[in-house]
């Protein structure tokens, strides 16, 4: 067997002021043929996993096209059409090489380029049209993709990953390949129901209740005879189309009854939950405070509302200015964007004293800059081998970033707008956290694969920004109403 394998992805929050354009995709990942078994292989993510799933298999793999970036504004739509012609280029070039038995992508789900609100349906929609009715595709999704019908209908299978923070990327990548193997060999059918609901659920992770009980619920469902996949996806609530919302998708073997059945099943289910998804974060006072009177150490407090990993800019101050508050001995912030700030840091030189106006750069919603003087403790290239079970292997380049100390506090700065995921950016500088007391970081979840095994107590808190847990802030013009929590009236039609 050969299968062709590729990747399309992109979180797209409509909120940014910004559009992407195609090069933002060249700076993060613009990988073609042997480029993406160098970039992934060894990598925990959905293209190593399926890799490596390959190799065990015995498959050859056709590697075609992947390219990603950063969560951030709607895809130009230039954009969005190179990326599709790049794809579709890479699968003809693979046909011509020989006979492709499966296609493998990894895609997201949430995202958005101008004048397509689904670029996931159209991408397979127009491989579908290349390789015809009966070439098995199948696919890898994040859970927070916003999940459509044209999706399930131009491919074979749709495999979201069922935790958050998403350490099972490797594993669906996995899942994809062994599942499209027993499709070419005859062995499986499968069949898909979409079941969506009027809901926007905002960061919730699959380490504690309730998401970990509806995980349990589909758990029980793929546990039945005849159920191939049952997964959960939370949806991404930041996107202003109609399709926005919480979602499940069931696969069953050949029996379209029970795929319904299972999916219309976890729905209700999740549905009668829905009050256990509201969130509840502390103010940026109040989580510094709570932070620093917890016993034991890390305490560690994520600012979820300016968060990069769901479009948010990296560079707000409000908890920043939390933090220096305290002014408390051994604290951290870790980290945030400000590309002018490291440059600056970089040509004054370790040991310097230097005035700086520290992020607020993008917007007045994500707070002013913070203008102190700072004292340049250390300076790197930015780049470290990740190792949080989510990604691990992965190069990351935060490119030239900086060690200030301001007060009592440690802030690190980077050039590169990305989310914090592990500790290992602290080590770069110096800092082992697990000596901290607090230390504040910008992510929603994702962090926790890598700080939860460490941390005394984890604390969020929710501040003005893109990525805030209260939707109400949103000036929504395009989402299908009435929708929990937004309206009270809201109802799911699960037949």
């Avoid at 030239?400 to 602290?426: C, H, Y």
Wanted: with cysteine; charged share 20%.
């Amino acid at each position: 067997m050969r299968f062709a394998i590729g990747s399309v992805s992109h979180e797209t929050n409509t909120f940014c002021r910004e559009t992407t354009p195609v090069d933002s995709f060249r700076r993060r990942e613009w990988l073609h043929g042997d480029e993406i078994v160098a970039g992934h292989r060894g990598v925990r993510d959905y293209l190593g996993g399926m890799l490596d799933a390959a190799e065990r298999l015995r498959i050859a793999v056709a590697p075609t096209f992947s390219a990603s970036t950063e969560p951030s504004g709607t895809i130009e739509r230039a954009a969005y059409e190179t990326m599709r012609d790049e794809l579709i280029a890479g699968l003809r070039a693979c046909s011509a090489a020989g006979p492709v038995d499966a296609v493998c992508l990894a895609l997201h789900g949430a995202g958005i380029a101008e004048g397509i609100d689904d670029i996931e349906g159209a991408l397979l929609a127009a491989v579908r049209d290349l390789v015809g009715p009966q070439m098995p595709i199948v696919v890898t999704l994040d859970l927070h993709g916003n999940i459509t019908q044209q999706m399930v209908d131009h491919a074979d299978a749709l495999l979201g990953v069922h935790f958050y923070p998403h350490t099972d990327s490797y594993d669906r990548g996995i899942e994809a390949v062994e599942l499209a193997a027993r499709i070419v060999r005859g062995e499986v059918r499968p069949v898909m129901a979409l079941a969506t609901l009027p809901m926007l659920v905002t960061g919730a992770t699959t380490n504690l209740s309730p998401a970990r009980d509806v995980n349990a619920i589909c758990a029980e469902w793929e546990a039945r005879p005849g159920v191939v996949d049952c997964t959960f996806f939370h949806g991404f609530p930041y996107t202003d189309i109609p399709a926005v919302g919480a979602a499940v998708v069931a696969i069953a073997n050949n029996d379209p009854a029970l795929a319904k059945d299972a999916a219309r099943s976890v729905a209700g289910r999740v549905w009668d939950m829905r009050e256990q998804f509201r969130a509840e974060p502390a103010s940026a006072a109040d989580a510094i405070r709570l932070g620093l009177t917890t016993d034991g150490h890390p305490a560690i407090v994520n600012e979820k509302s300016d968060n990069p990993g769901g479009g948010a800019p990296g560079d707000g101050t409000h908890l920043l200015r939390a933090l220096l508050a305290s002014n408390a001995p051994e604290t951290a912030f870790g980290f945030i964007y400000d590309p002018e700030t490291a440059a600056q840091a970089h040509r004054a030189g370790a040991g310097a004293t230097i005035a700086v106006r520290l992020g607020g750069k993008t917007d007045d919603l994500h707070g002013a800059p913070v203008e102190t003087t700072a004292y340049v403790k250390a300076l790197t290239d930015g780049r470290f081998v990740q190792q949080s079970p989510m990604g691990r292997g992965r190069r990351v380049d935060l490119g030239p970033m900086a060690r200030l100390v301001i007060g009592n506090v440690d802030v690190l700065v980077s050039s590169v707008r990305t989310q914090t995921l592990d500790p290992e950016v602290f080590l770069l500088h110096g800092i082992d956290v697990t000596r901290y007391r607090l230390v504040a970081l910008k992510s929603t979840q994702h962090f926790r694969a890598g700080f939860e095994p460490i941390a005394a107590r984890i604390i969020q808190a929710d501040t003005p920004g893109l990525t805030s847990s209260d939707l109400s802030i949103f000036d929504y013009h395009r989402l299908r109403r009435p929708i929990w929590p937004l309206d009270a009236d809201a109802q799911p039609d699960l037949g």
